[in-house]
């Protein structure tokens, strides 16, 4: 069993920044693969990105491409969200969730994930 608690969200305007952060409790986190999703008001649950265990590949949606970057701590059992450039469109409610495989795939499915966090807001003003 693992605990997700995320934070780091808040409001920014446009073109600015922010980092999520995931922490995970009760397992070590190098045996995790974790994704981030992303929940708009009135919109479906979607993902964002996606790291394997050993953070050896990465995915990411298409619209958020060069300016997101996702990494995984396994020291620190935590996994970060850096996103730049920020869009009114990436407002929404952001959830991180993980997986305990050694995967050389990211996971990028929702029902792949067996774990999830409480979910941070992030709005983003223009």
């Known amino acids: 069993q693992v605990q997700l608690v995320e934070s780091g969200g808040g409001l920014v305007q446009a073109g600015g920044s922010l980092r999520l952060s995931c922490a995970a409790s009760?397992?070590?986190?190098?045996?995790?693969?974790v994704g981030w999703f992303r929940q708009a008001p009135g919109k479906e649950r979607e993902f964002v990105a996606a790291t394997t265990s050993s953070s050896i590949r990465t995915s990411y949606i298409e619209s958020v491409k060069g300016r997101f970057t996702i990494s995984k701590d396994n020291a620190e059992n935590t996994v970060y969200l850096q996103m730049n450039s920020l869009k009114p469109e990436d407002t929404a409610v952001y959830y991180c969730a993980a997986k305990r495989a050694y995967t050389t795939r990211p996971y990028i499915q929702q029902d792949e994930y067996d774990y999830w966090g409480q979910g941070t807001q992030v709005t983003v003003s223009s």
């Open positions: 009760g397992r070590s986190f190098n045996a995790y693969a």
